[in-house]
T-cell receptor, first 114, second 109 residues
Framework: EAGVTQFPSHSVIEKGQTVTLRCDPI?????LYWYRRVMGKEIKFLLH????????ESGMPNNRFLAERTGGTYSTLKVQPAELEDSGVYFC????????????FGPGTRLTVT | KNEVEQSPQNLTAQEGEFITINCSYS?????LHWLQQHPGGGIVSLFM?????KKHGRLIATINIQEKHSSLHITASHPRDSAVYIC???????????WGAGTKLIIKP
C-alpha cells in the first residue's frame, strides 16, 4: 500500500511568486491534515479536511494560503503571493479515523522563498 | 512558553547507551504521540498513547497523565536511531496536534 506522497519535494521561488504544493493521502483515508515547520519553530497545524470539507482551518496563517481538496482525494496548498517567512517544510498527513486515529505523514515539501 | 516542552534539545550518546527523552505539556490532552524524523525529513509515528506504557522493539513510551509528562526510552541504542524525536499532544479542547520542538539524538558508534 502506498504511503502519503507529497510533491514537489523541494521548491525554490522568489518572493511574490505563487507555489502550489500537492499531497496524495493513503487511499481510503478521509482525513487529511496540513502542517508546517518554519525555521527554528515547532511544527504547527494548518488545517484538517474530512473528505472534501474543511473541518478545521484555524491554523492557516493568513489569506495568502488556500487549501483545496476537490473530490476528497488529493489536496493542494497554494501560497500566493509567497513571502520570505513562508519558507519552511510543509507536511501532509492522513488518517482513517479522524483525530482518534494514527496519522501517517508524507515526506514533506521544503519551500524556500528568496 | 510552548504548551509542549521537550528535553533535552540535543543529546549525543555512545552506541549501546540507554536513552531517555522527556516531554511535558500544560494542556488537557486526549492522546500523546511520539514521532521520529530522520535527516531525509520524513516523519514516522512511533507511538500514540493515552495512558500507561507501550513497547515496540527497543523503544518504550510511558505517560503519566496526572503529572502531564511522558518519556521515550531507547534501549541498546544504535547509530541508526540518530534522528529528531518529536512529542505531540492532541488537545482535548479542539483535537489539534500541538507539537514539541523535538530532540535531536546522535548515537556515535
Amino acid at each position: 500500500e502506498a504511503g502519503v506522497t507529497q510533491f514537489p519535494s523541494h521548491s525554490v521561488i522568489e518572493k511574490g511568486q505563487t507555489v502550489t504544493l500537492r499531497c496524495d493521502p493513503i487511499s481510503g483515508h478521509d482525513n487529511l491534515y496540513w502542517y508546517r515547520r518554519v525555521m527554528g519553530k515547532e511544527i504547527k497545524f494548518l488545517l484538517h479536511f474530512v473528505k472534501e470539507s474543511k473541518q478545521d482551518e484555524s491554523g492557516m496563517p493568513n489569506n495568502r494560503f488556500l487549501a483545496e481538496r476537490t473530490g476528497g482525494t488529493y489536496s493542494t496548498l497554494k501560497v500566493q503571493p509567497a513571502e520570505l517567512e513562508d519558507s519552511g517544510v510543509y507536511f501532509c498527513a492522513s488518517s482513517q479515523d479522524g483525530w482518534r486515529g494514527e496519522q501517517y505523514f508524507g515526506p514533506g515539501t521544503r519551500l524556500t522563498v528568496t | 512558553k510552548n504548551e509542549v516542552e521537550q528535553s533535552p534539545q540535543n543529546l549525543t550518546a555512545q552506541e549501546g547507551e540507554f536513552i531517555t527523552i522527556n516531554c511535558s505539556y500544560s494542556v488537557g490532552i486526549s492522546a500523546l504521540h511520539w514521532l521520529q524524523q530522520h535527516p531525509g525529513g520524513g516523519i514516522v509515528s512511533l507511538f500514540m498513547l493515552s495512558s500507561g506504557k507501550k513497547k515496540h522493539g527497543r523503544l518504550i513510551a510511558t505517560i503519566n497523565i496526572q503529572e502531564k509528562h511522558s518519556s521515550l526510552h531507547i534501549t541498546a541504542s544504535h547509530p541508526r536511531d540518530s534522528a529528531v524525536y518529536i512529542c505531540a499532544v492532541r488537545a482535548d479542547s479542539n483535537y489539534q496536534l500541538i507539537w514539541g520542538a523535538g530532540t535531536k539524538l546522535i548515537i556515535k558508534p
